[in-house]
């Protein structure tokens, strides 16, 4: 009766150390993979949250021809008297685009948010190896970003994509601002970033706070 896990055992090791062994030649390629794979379920899911008033009520998005005007009416333009004076164009024009594409159909959004968490969790590798001075633990923090279920909300809700774009842009900031000394193009892009960061979600207005606090470590 033991004789099959027996035989399994080696086969579970050697799978193992295979991806190990992938994970070290191509960390890149690993955490991407394990990040998008650990969300790979959501596809089918339905709006949830506040996907309704965002996203499919909004008649901002149903046309491209809107574009100015997302830049000029507020995030709750579906709902005005509630959430007022938020102010995300960038998010509402990403949904805009999707719209665009593939209508209401979910899982075009569902596709994006993932992307945008594969993102997130490379710019976070990439600001840990200039940060950390092993590349394990660079590695290691950004597998513990891209697979930690804080972040299930952002990527699984279709309005979460407000709290994704405002960390890549806070994150590629941060990235940039502090290997400014490798191009001279890099800090005026890090200014860039912050700003597409600030039109998703107000809270990437920390960055500059984020940065100061690195700058000034011991």
């Known amino acids: 009766m033991s004789l099959p896990h027996a035989r399994r055992a080696p086969c579970a090791f050697i799978a193992l150390r295979r991806g190990l062994n992938v994970a070290v030649v191509d960390p890149t390629l690993t955490l991407?993979?394990?990040?998008?794979?650990?969300?790979?379920?959501?596809?089918?899911?339905?709006?949830?949250?506040?996907?309704?008033?965002?996203?499919?009520?909004?008649?901002?998005?149903?046309?491209?021809?809107?574009?100015?005007?997302?830049?000029?009416?507020?995030?709750?333009?579906?709902?005005?008297?509630?959430?007022?004076?938020?102010?995300?164009?960038?998010?509402?024009?990403?949904?805009?685009?999707?719209?665009?594409?593939?209508?209401?159909?979910?899982?075009?959004?569902?596709?994006v948010n993932i992307t945008l968490h594969v993102l997130c969790s490379l710019a976070l590798f990439g600001l840990a190896r200039v940060l950390l001075a092993s590349s394990p633990a660079a590695l290691l923090a950004a597998l513990l970003f891209a697979l930690h279920p804080i972040h299930v909300e952002a990527v699984t809700a279709m309005v979460g994509r407000a709290e994704l774009i405002a960390a890549l842009g806070s994150l590629t900031c941060i990235y940039?601002?502090?290997?400014?000394?490798?191009?001279?193009?890099?800090?005026?892009?890090?200014?860039?970033?912050l700003a597409l960061g600030v039109l998703s979600k107000e809270n990437a207005a920390v960055t500059p706070l984020l940065w100061a606090l690195l700058a000034f470590r011991p």
Do not use: Q
């Open 32 to 111: 991407a993979v394990l990040a998008a794979a650990t969300y790979a379920n959501i596809f089918a899911n339905a709006p949830v949250l506040d996907d309704g008033w965002v996203i499919f009520d909004n008649s901002l998005i149903k046309n491209l021809g809107n574009i100015p005007r997302i830049f000029h009416e507020p995030y709750n333009a579906a709902m005005k008297g509630t959430n007022a004076g938020l102010y995300r164009p960038l998010t509402t024009l990403t949904y805009a685009l999707n719209y665009a594409v593939g209508g209401s159909n979910v899982i075009g959004y569902h596709l």
């Open 176 to 193: 940039l601002t502090c290997t400014r000394h490798r191009a001279r193009w890099r800090f005026p892009a890090a200014l860039i970033a």
